[in-house]
């Protein structure tokens, strides 16, 4: 069966650290690009990061020096290491296979992130 189980989320001081784990299942781990989502309240989902097969990556401007994607192999799981985090970092995050012709598009339930002053 086909699926993401995001892990993770919680309550963070601002410029705190907190770290998310996706984990798929075989199929989707060894043949997509995975990438993380964040959708904060009233805002629109937006693209966080990415990682290819081969750990290319790929950040939002808004994250990058601060997030690193990285692929665990041994675990299947893709994970986001999320440090000076800001109260705008708020959101519930969620994991995301990308498009890929005639592939169907695979979410996560998500997982909440809470930046406090």
């Known amino acids: 069966q086909e699926q993401l189980l995001e892990s993770g989320g919680g309550l963070v001081q601002a410029g705190g650290s907190l770290r998310l784990s996706c984990a798929a299942s075989d199929s989707i781990f060894n043949t997509r690009v995975l990438a993380w989502y964040r959708q904060a309240p009233g805002q629109q989902r937006e693209l966080v990061a990415r990682i290819t097969k081969d750990s290319r990556t790929d950040y939002a401007a808004s994250v990058k020096g601060r997030f690193t994607i990285s692929r665990d192999n041994a675990a299947r799981t893709v994970d986001l290491q999320m440090h000076s985090l800001k109260l705008e970092d708020t959101a519930v995050y969620y994991c995301?296979?990308?498009?890929?012709?005639?592939?169907?598009?695979?979410w996560g339930q998500g997982t909440p992130v809470t930046v406090s002053s």
């Open positions: 995301k296979t990308e498009p890929t012709m005639g592939r169907p598009i695979y």
